[in-house]
């Protein structure tokens, strides 16, 4: 069973940087896509960026595009989010999820994904 671990959230203030970091362990015997989705509170969760398996291939929602930037290790077996020009709407907790049925984005919904980490906080403040 692979397992996916995020790490690199915080609190930044308004106009700052982060870089979210997902780290997969486990059995990884495939190519996988991978996401990234956010969470506010009283929200649903909503995706933010998603690449293939080589990263050729990139999707952003329309809130992000232009300021965040998905890439991915897979020598390291890491998938990174690099976050810039945060804005307080940012704030929420972020989660990456791999898609294990193959090396391409199928989508941008939840249900795509099927193996989650358990999320990190990103505070933004004003």
């Known amino acids: 069973q692979v397992q996916l671990v995020e790490s690199g959230g915080g609190l930044v203030q308004a106009g700052g940087s982060l870089r979210l970091s997902c780290a997969a362990s486990g059995r990884i015997s495939s190519r996988y896509a991978m996401g990234w989705f956010r969470q506010a509170p009283g929200k649903e969760r909503e995706f933010v960026a998603a690449l293939s398996w080589t990263g050729a291939s990139t999707y952003y929602a329309d809130s992000v595009k232009g300021r965040f930037t998905v890439s991915r290790d897979n020598a390291k077996n890491t998938g990174y989010l690099q976050m810039n020009s945060l804005k307080p709407e940012d704030t929420a907790v972020y989660y990456c999820?791999?898609?294990?049925?193959?090396?391409?984005?199928?989508?941008?919904?939840?249900?795509?994904?099927?193996?989650w980490g358990q999320g990190t906080q990103v505070t933004v403040s004003s």
């Open positions: 999820a791999s898609d294990s049925s193959g090396a391409v984005v199928r989508g941008t919904i939840v249900e795509y994904y099927n193996i």
